[in-house]
């Protein structure tokens, strides 16, 4: 699988695509019900064996070479070969550990959009499913802490820039998924290897997305940019900041619109409005 699966990711046909969601999501199901079992079952054999007591040393339970069958013999090597649930366990993790990495390295810049939405969509299963349970710590703790990092951070919020707008949207939806209680609820107190909040930096993204789509006037940039204040609006502790939020992107809009008054050709490329009426229509 580990293999394969990359190939599967960037193919064209986007029902192959959606095929390839579908099994990735049942294995998500099934990686945390077989981990929750395996847990279980490996602190049901550890107890068990403090429990046990000691052999006495006494030979009388051992078979004899006369006592010895072929059927006694195929017996042995079944129980030597069989896996221990420990070991078993340790594979299911060492298998997410990878998954989580590959899953990551989908979102490269220089990746296609199929690796881009493929992966995006992998990983709102991922984080929506048992294995990231939705709690405060919920991307500290193993194995969510795996997959969001500051390198998965960043690289989805370059993803709110795409000239996709589903994969703007999804990464928009992924970043939304970190807050523990919905809407509104504030974002979280740090991402593993982040200097700083991570409201701090969607805020230091948000104003390199404002200065792009100032410059370019595109509307994957505008776009972009008012998903940015959505997720700012989303992040804030009250509706107190989030009506200032508003407050601001009425008066960038209103300041626009004044310069569109004065100079209307000049303020098509230079005060372009899309990204804030998208803004407003996002928060």
């Known amino acids: 699988m580990e293999k394969h699966l990359p190939s599967f990711y960037e193919d064209v046909d986007p029902r192959i695509r959606y095929d390839v969601l579908g099994h990735s999501r049942n294995i998500i199901r099934r990686l945390h019900n077989s981990i929750d079992i395996l847990r279980k079952e490996t602190l049901r054999v550890s107890k068990k064996s403090k429990n046990k007591e000691p052999a006495s040393g006494s030979t009388d339970s051992l078979p004899t070479t006369e006592q010895v069958t072929p059927g006694d013999i195929q017996k042995n090597i079944e129980v030597t070969e ?38 995006l969509r992998t990983m709102a299963y ?19 802490s795996l997959l969001i990092d500051s390198t998965w951070f960043r690289s989805v919020l370059d993803l709110l820039m795409d000239p996709y707008d589903d994969v703007r949207e999804t990464a928009a939806s992924l970043i ?19 200097h700083i909040t991570p409201v701090e930096e969607l805020q230091a993204f948000a104003q390199r997305a404002n200065g792009l789509a100032q410059r370019t006037a595109r509307a994957d940039h505008c776009d972009g940019a008012a998903r940015t204040q959505e997720l700012l609006c989303r992040w804030t502790s009250g509706f107190g900041e989030a009506v200032k939020i508003l407050d601001t992107i009425l008066l960038n809009l209103e300041t626009k619109l004044s310069a569109a008054e004065r100079d209307l050709a000049a303020a098509v490329l ?9 803004s407003i229509r996002y928060t």
Do not use: C
């Open 82 to 119: 069989t896996i221990s649930p420990l070991e078993t366990l340790r594979r299911h993790e060492k298998f997410i550990e990878w998954y989580a990495k590959f899953l990551k390295e989908e979102l490269a810049p220089t990746a296609s959009y199929q690796r881009h939405i493929t992966s």
């Open 126 to 144: 991922f984080l929506k499913s048992g294995l990231a349970k939705r709690d405060e710590a919920s991307i500290t703790s193993w194995p969510a």
């Open 176 to 194: 939304m998924l970190l807050q523990h209680n919905g809407s509104m609820s504030g974002p979280p107190a740090h991402i593993n290897g982040l």
């Open 270 to 278: 230079q005060a372009p409005v899309h990204g804030d009426f998208a």
